[in-house]
């Protein structure tokens, strides 16, 4: 053995190096969680790039997440000296390079732009209102789900067939043709085409994926078990005559049914394909046995399912902590104490942790108590960098300047900054570009042509227009990030934020210098530096983006963002039935076989130490609401649990508790008449101070005006006399 295959295969046990050296044909790795698949897949690379003498060129690795992506580039280059240039990275990013290059064939631009759901819902609203149908009875967000779920089964507007009596069909059948055909009108693609349109390019153009097909001629899958049929059907159209196709997988860790992941695509792969190789890894290296033993004993209850063996060596560990509290309020007092405890003791920081829970909505009473004692955490999915509004607005203007066919992003800032540009001019725009078959961006240049116009409407809109295509012009000229300080001062878009949104004006701008900080990072690693390259990345940023590898923070996130992932010490909240199992799936068997499954994932992201929590009562819905405890909690075996003391958290009121060591102690700095100093504003004089959930601080700055700034969050000063 050389030195690199001695690297590649090191500590890999006997089914892992036989997995790692498989070189041509189908293979299967089929195993459970923490038996080192992702491992097994990187490796592999490297090993055909290694020892087969693969060309990198000829690799093609698909995930879902693209941490998961980044994790898996990391990895290889570890262990290869070459630069890496196999294409590594998510399903949807691999379609949309793909797409890149042969957007032409299909009728779209290059330039093209990805829609994100907002996008989706304004066009489908507009849409309906063009066809009379009523979107409060209907809300577009259901249009859009059965429009979504019909692309990723591969349906075509025109394959669409109208179930019986179902009102829903009906409509979309009349929606969902419309809807694609704008889009192309838009020259856009939404993230379902990024799957679909590729495999109906593979199928209309036998040429195109035979040319593929020798390009990438090992394909990798990491998740197999999550691709829906699109995702399933992409990976075969991308597999040659050589059949080179690994994947792996584990059965027991599907939770995308929902989204039309179908399990089916991993148990059939042995029908797909007669002679794979199928490769079973049974040791855990990840999880204390406990914590190992808990997750078999409630997936063990899923009827429909293949029994696997899996074992860990890294010993028992310590028991899995339960804590029953009485209010979810007081299940995140007792997260926050612990977790402030484990971080004191010096075994684990807080880089460590990872909160997960079943909806996005319960991170918020953990936000809460978490912020009120100062401890660090991150979120992730939920409040997105790319969610909130002002990054939403510039990514458009960028988004309109790259592609004037854009009309979801013409919309979105044709009045934002506020130009007087109304609802009313808006319709008359679009009125006249359909009128005359023009794109909305045309129609906006044109204005003093539409006769439903007056002057001063009309010169409103072209001045728009035109200020747009400076942008294009000095888009040539300048760099991204320079573009974007632009854009914020001839707009007025800046001045309008400082005007209208007093002290959050700050952090507003501050995101958007975050914005154009990750465009300075985008030209450092692109040679090409190009508009439309950064706005795909931007458009195919998954939610497990947001999560950075900041050493000190605990990690809150859903169970669904939590795949593929591991933390030394896990907090899983909310084992309330009704909570988890989800309410919508009490009814169904095979729905909570999914929660079940998702239970699953919960338990074996962690690795030392693992704290099941629930509550008796929530606050859900405006409302107290008394919760049983969940099924999976008796699946587990009581020998493995130990049973926190209520009495320890069960007598605190958190939201006193916390009132009286930090914020209370905070406010006490600050008097009425004390002069403070703001980055933003200056030296300021506080006229009140407040106590209403926080700290309220009203402060006269010296440009004369009165800011109301919670004390928690203002970063003042003390101005020393
Ligand atoms: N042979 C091995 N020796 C030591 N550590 C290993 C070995 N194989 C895997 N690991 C480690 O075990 C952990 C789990 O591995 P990995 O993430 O690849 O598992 P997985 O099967 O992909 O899990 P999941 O199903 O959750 O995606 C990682 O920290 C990995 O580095
Ligand atoms: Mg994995």
């Known amino acids: 053995m050389n030195s690199t295959e001695n690297q590649i295969l090191a500590g890999l046990n006997q089914p892992q190096k036989e997995a790692v050296m498989h070189f041509k044909g189908p293979a299967l790795v089929l195993a459970g969680a923490g038996s080192g698949k992702t491992r097994v897949l990187t490796r592999r690379i490297a090993y055909l790039i290694a020892e087969y003498g693969v060309n990198p060129g000829n690799i093609l690795a698909m995930t879902f997440t693209n941490k998961a992506a980044s994790e898996m580039k990391e990895r290889v280059n570890k262990l290869i000296s070459e630069e890496m240039r196999s294409w590594v990275g998510t399903f949807h990013s691999f379609g949309a390079t793909l797409l890149r290059r042969e957007a032409e064939k299909l009728g779209f631009k290059r330039n093209f732009s990805i829609y994100d759901t907002s996008d989706q819902k304004r066009m489908i609203k507009e849409i309906m209102q063009d066809l009379n149908i009523d979107t409060k009875k209907t809300k577009p967000s259901r249009v859009l789900n059965e429009i979504s779920d019909a692309k990723n089964q591969l349906i075509r507007p025109e394959d669409y067939k109208v179930e019986k009596f179902n009102f829903l069909s009906e409509l979309v059948s009349k929606i969902y043709p419309t809807y694609q055909q704008r889009m192309k009108e838009s020259n856009a693609f939404d993230f379902d085409d990024l799957i679909m349109k590729p495999c ?89 046995e406990n914590i190992l033993k808990a997750a078999q004993s409630v997936i063990k209850n899923n009827s429909s399912r293949l029994d696997k063996d899996l074992w860990s ?168 990030d320079k573009l974007v300080s632009k854009i914020l001062s001839k707009t007025g878009y800046e001045s309008e934020i400082i005007s209208k949104e007093g002290p959050k004006a700050q952090e507003r701008l501050e995101n958007i210098g975050e914005l154009q900080s990750a465009m300075r990072e985008y030209l450092q690693e692109n040679d090409d530096g190009s508009l439309a390259g950064f706005l795909e990345e931007v458009a195919l940023i998954a939610d497990i983006d947001t999560m950075e590898d900041k050493n000190n923070f605990i990690t809150l996130m859903t169970l669904h963002s939590a795949k593929g992932l591991e933390f030394p010490v896990v907090f899983l909240a909310g084992l309330d039935e009704g909570l988890f199992p989800h309410g919508n799936s009490m009814d169904d068997a095979s729905e909570i076989e999914e929660e079940r499954r998702l239970c699953y994932v919960g338990i074996t992201r962690a690795q030392d130490k693992l704290y099941i929590l629930r509550a008796k009562n929530r606050f859900r819905y405006g409302e107290s609401k008394y919760y049983a405890p969940s099924r999976f909690l008796n699946e587990i075996p009581d020998s493995l649990i130990n049973c926190e003391d209520d009495e320890d958290y069960g007598t605190i009121d958190i939201k006193d508790k916390s009132n009286n060591s930090s914020i209370n102690a905070r406010s006490s700095n600050y008097k009425e008449g004390q002069k403070i100093i703001h980055p933003s504003w200056g030296i300021g004089e506080i006229k009140q101070v407040k106590e209403d959930r926080g700290t309220k601080l009203t402060i006269r700055f010296k440009d004369g005006k009165e800011r109301e700034l919670l004390a928690e969050y203002a970063p003042l000063q003390p101005v020393r006399r």
Do not use: W
């Open 200 to 288: 109906q390019l593979f199928t209309e153009y036998p040429r195109i994926k035979e040319y593929y097909n020798e390009k990438y001629k090992y394909i990798l899958v990491d998740e197999y078990q999550d691709v829906n049929h699109a995702q399933y059907r992409l990976s075969q159209l991308l597999t040659g005559i050589d059949n080179n196709i690994f994947v792996v997988g584990d059965p027991d860790q599907s939770i995308y049914g929902f989204r039309g992941a179908d399990i089916n695509n991993i148990l059939n792969f042995e029908k797909d394909f007669a002679d794979a190789k199928v490769i079973r890894l049974e040791q855990n290296y990840r999880s204390k």
């Open 313 to 480: 060596d890294r010993g028992e560990g310590d028991s899995i902590e339960f804590f029953e509290a009485a209010t979810d309020k007081e299940e995140a007092g007792f997260i926050m104490e612990e977790a402030k405890k484990l971080n004191r003791a010096g075994e684990y920081n807080y880089g460590d942790m990872v909160v997960l829970y079943r909806t996005n909505a319960q991170s918020r009473s953990i936000e809460d108590v978490l912020r009120r004692n100062q401890v660090p955490y991150q979120i992730v999915g939920g409040l997105k960098f790319y969610d909130r509004k002002e990054i939403k607005d510039i990514v458009a203007y960028l988004r309109l300047i790259n592609n004037p066919a854009d009309t979801a992003a013409l919309l979105r800032i044709i009045n934002e900054p506020a130009r007087g540009i109304g609802a009313k001019t808006i319709e008359r725009v679009q009125d006249y570009a359909y009128a005359n078959n023009i794109s909305l961006f045309q129609s906006c240049l044109e204005s003093d042509h539409n006769p439903e116009l007056t002057k001063a409407y009309s010169s409103r809109v072209i001045e728009f227009a035109e200020l747009i295509e400076e942008f294009q012009e000095l888009e040539n000229e300048i760099t991204i």
